[in-house]
C-alpha cells in the first residue's frame, strides 16, 4: 500500500494515540489552504492535496472555517440558532469524509462503509424532524437561546458566548464525536483485510435500533403536538387521533403516551445511545475503551444534560402537571417502579417546620384568649 498520512503503528491501542495519530499532522492545517489555492479547479490536483491531507486535518479545517462563518452569521442576524441547522448534518459529512477518504485512498472496509451509510440515515431522520418543526425558516431561533441570552444580559459577554460555545465548542464537538471513525481508518491502514464479524453486525443494527426508537419518539411527539393545536383552535380533536388522546391529554399540554410513558426524552436517549453504540464499536475494534476519542462523546452527554434541564425547567414553569410527570417517570432511564418519587428530605423539613410553626401560634392563640 503506498505512503499515505496516516501512522504506522505497532498494536491496536496506538491507533487511538493522540501522539501517534493526531499531533504528526497538526502542521498540515498551515499549508492546507495554499495548496487548495494553488490547485485551482482542477479536479485532479485537488484529489492530489486531498489524498495527501490526514482526513482528520481536513475535517478540523473544515470545523475551524464553519465556526467562523457561523459566528459571522450568529452576530450579523442576532439569531444564535446557525449551529442548530447542522446539527444533524456535519457528523454524517466527517463519517462519509472519513469513508470517501479511505475508499479514494485504496483502504476499502465494510465497517466505515457501514458507519457512513448509519451516519446518513441518522442525518436524514433529524433533519427531516427539523426541518418539518421550522426550524430552517427564515428567522426561526430555538427559544432556549433567547431564555440564556435574557440570563446573561449583556451583550458584550453574550457576543464571548456566542463565540466560544455556540460557535467554536458546538463545531468541534461535531467534529470530536466522529472520531472513532478516525481511529477506524487508521485501525484499517495498518491491519490489511477486515473481517466484518459478528460483532460489527450487533454494533451496526444496535445503532439502526436507537435510530428507529428515535423515529418513533419524533412522531409521536409530533403527532401529540399537531393534535394539540388542532384541539387549541378548533376545540376538537383531529378524526385521526380521536383514539389516541383525550381532551384531558390535550389540555394537558405535553405527551404522556407511548415510549414517553417508560421516558420523559426517548428521543434524546436513542440520540446519546447512537454516538455511544459508535465509540464503543471504534473500541472494541482497537482494544481500547478509554482514549482521547471518547472526548466527543462525554462533551455530548453533558451536553445534553444541560439541554435537558434546562428544558424542563421551562416545561414546569409552563405545565402545571409537568412535576407529576417528572415524579413518576423517569428523565432518560425507564423506572422499575410507576409510583411517584419520595419528597425530597430538604423539603419534608421544611414541610415539617411550617407545620410546627404552626402548632405553636395555635397554641399561643389558645393560651391567650
Not at 449583556?154 to 468541534?172: K, V
Not at 444541560?306 to 409552563?318: D, F, N, P, Y
Amino acid at each position: 500500500m503506498v505512503s499515505l498520512p496516516l501512522p504506522r503503528v505497532e498494536s491496536l491501542a496506538d491507533c487511538t494515540s493522540f501522539k501517534f495519530t493526531v499531533l504528526p499532522y497538526l502542521a498540515q492545517v498551515q499549508w492546507l489552504p495554499a495548496s487548495l489555492r494553488e490547485a485551482g479547479w482542477d479536479l485532479d490536483s485537488l484529489k492530489a492535496v486531498y489524498l495527501a491531507t490526514n482526513p482528520l486535518v481536513s475535517a478540523l479545517t473544515l470545523c475551524t472555517v464553519l465556526a467562523g462563518l457561523l459566528f459571522l452569521a450568529a452576530e450579523i442576524n442576532r439569531n444564535y440558532s446557525q449551529i442548530d441547522r447542522f446539527w444533524s448534518i456535519l457528523p454524517a459529512v466527517y463519517n462519509v469524509h472519513y469513508a470517501t477518504w479511505a475508499r479514494l485512498a485504496g483502504i476499502r472496509t465494510q465497517t466505515l462503509d457501514t458507519i457512513a451509510v448509519i451516519s446518513v440515515l441518522w442525518s436524514l431522520r433529524l433533519t427531516f424532524n427539523y426541518w418539518r418543526r421550522g426550524g430552517y425558516s427564515i428567522g426561526s431561533e430555538d427559544y432556549r437561546w433567547q431564555i440564556v441570552r435574557s440570563k446573561v444580559n449583556n451583550p458584550f459577554l453574550f457576543t464571548i458566548f456566542d463565540f466560544t460555545f455556540i460557535a467554536a465548542t458546538q463545531s468541534l464537538l461535531l467534529l470530536l464525536i466522529t472520531t472513532p471513525t478516525y481511529a477506524l481508518v487508521v485501525a484499517a491502514y495498518n491491519q490489511g483485510p477486515e473481517v466484518f464479524g459478528l460483532p460489527d453486525l450487533a454494533f451496526s443494527r444496535a445503532a439502526l435500533f436507537f435510530i428507529i426508537i428515535e423515529y418513533f419518539a419524533d412522531q409521536q411527539q409530533w403527532n401529540f403536538q399537531t393534535a394539540k393545536q388542532e384541539y387549541q383552535n378548533n376545540a376538537r380533536i383531529p378524526e385521526p387521533f380521536k383514539d389516541q388522546y383525550t381532551p384531558e391529554d390535550l389540555e394537558r399540554g405535553f405527551v404522556v403516551s407511548g415510549l414517553w410513558s417508560w421516558s420523559r426524552h426517548p428521543n434524546f436517549v436513542a440520540e446519546q445511545a447512537v454516538w455511544l453504540t459508535m465509540y464503543l464499536w471504534a473500541a472494541y475494534r482497537t482494544e481500547t475503551y478509554v482514549s482521547w476519542t471518547g472526548i466527543g462523546l462525554l462533551g455530548y452527554l453533558l451536553i445534553f444534560q444541560g439541554s435537558t434541564r434546562l428544558t424542563e425547567t421551562i416545561s414546569a414553569g409552563k405545565y402545571p402537571e409537568y412535576s407529576e410527570y417528572q415524579a413518576r417517570v423517569g428523565r432518560f432511564i425507564p423506572r422499575l417502579s410507576v409510583e411517584a418519587k419520595k419528597t425530597k428530605p430538604t423539603a419534608k423539613k421544611a414541610v415539617a417546620k411550617i407545620e410546627q410553626s404552626e402548632a405553636t401560634e395555635a397554641t399561643e392563640a389558645k393560651k391567650s384568649n
